[in-house]
Structure formats: structure tokens, C-alpha cells
């Protein structure tokens, strides 16, 4: 074990050398002015903290005063929570609604088949989509006045079946023609 013993102080007295080494005066001959050592720092790169603290005056309020403000800020939070899942909630509405439905706003703001080819050189105003409320087809629905009006067109259609002379020569014959005839329009799907 003896040499085990003389190789640890051997490795301690060059530890003790390796000390000895770095204690010394390594800077002994360097001239150093402590003015260049001392840097000012402008009010820019100064921290938040530091800035605050040789600046202001701290403000003193009051317990009441605290508890508003801690309150105004709590109901700040909860509000842009609340901000947040709405816009996200209309964010995942968007998403899931498929590109389907009203298309009416889309075709009225594209321009018409016939105005790009023609250029645009008889320019003729919108059309309005406006449309007007379709009468009812049922007698007993009507008003008064599209109950007069009705019986007056079927009077004067009536009127003119009667004074027709194809009519007045074959009175089934024409009234077939006449329903065949408007069958063909119905399957059509012409007006009358």
C-alpha cells in the first residue's frame, strides 16, 4: 500500500502546484483605470424595474380602490375568454357549414351571361328580384276583388267559346282540341 500512498501525495503536491499557479500574480504588471471599468447605461437598455424604482413615486391607494382594480382586471380576463370562444366557436361553425344554400346574393352579384359576351353595350338595368306574392289558386282564399277579377276573365273566356265558330260547328270536338292542347303546354311546362 505504500505505493498507493505515495502516488495520492504525489497527485496532491502537483494539485497543490497546479493552486499555487493559478494564486499567483497573473495580472501583476497590468494597469487597469477603475473609470474605464464603470459603464453608464442609457435609459433605453435600463430594465422595467430598475427604471421605475429611481423614477416615480409609488402610487398609495387604498384597500377598496385594490380590490376595484383587481376586479376591473379579473372581468377583463373573463371577457376576452369569452371573446375568444365565441370567435372560435364561429371559426368551427364556418368550417362545418358546407357551401351550400342561399346562392341568390352569388347570382346577383356575378354579372349575366349575355352582358360579357355583348361587353357590355346595351347595358339594360338589373332586373329586380323582387317577386311579387303569388295569388292563391283557391276560390274560397281569394279576396273580394280577385274573386271579380276571375269571374270576369272566365266570363269573357266563356264569351268567346260560345261566339267561336268552331264552337258553334263541333262543340265536343273543339273542347277536346282545346284540352289536348293544354296538356301539352302543362307537360311543357309553357305558360298559357
Known sequence: MNQEESS???????????????SSDVFSG???DPDTLVKKLDLDSRSIISSRT????????????????RKERWLQKIESV??????????????????????????EALPELFDLTTGGRNEKPP????????????FCLMKPAQKRRLLEEEM???????TNPKYKANPL???????????????EGTPL
Open 30 to 32: 497590468l494597469q487597469i
Open 173 to 187: 270536338m273543339a273542347i277536346s282540341e282545346h284540352l289536348s292542347k293544354r296538356l301539352r303546354q302543362e307537360e
Open 54 to 69: 429611481g423614477v416615480e413615486e409609488k402610487i398609495i391607494l387604498s384597500k377598496k380602490e385594490k380590490m376595484k382594480l
Open 82 to 107: 369569452k371573446l375568444a370562444k365565441q370567435k372560435q366557436k364561429a371559426e368551427a361553425k364556418r368550417k362545418a357549414t358546407p357551401v351550400v344554400g342561399d346562392m341568390q346574393p352569388l347570382m
Open 127 to 138: 332586373k329586380s328580384h323582387v317577386k311579387a306574392k303569388a295569388e292563391p289558386t283557391d
Open 8 to 22: 495520492a501525495s504525489t497527485a496532491r503536491r502537483s494539485c497543490v502546484r497546479d493552486w499555487d499557479f493559478s
Open 156 to 162: 269573357a273566356r266563356f264569351h268567346e267559346v260560345i
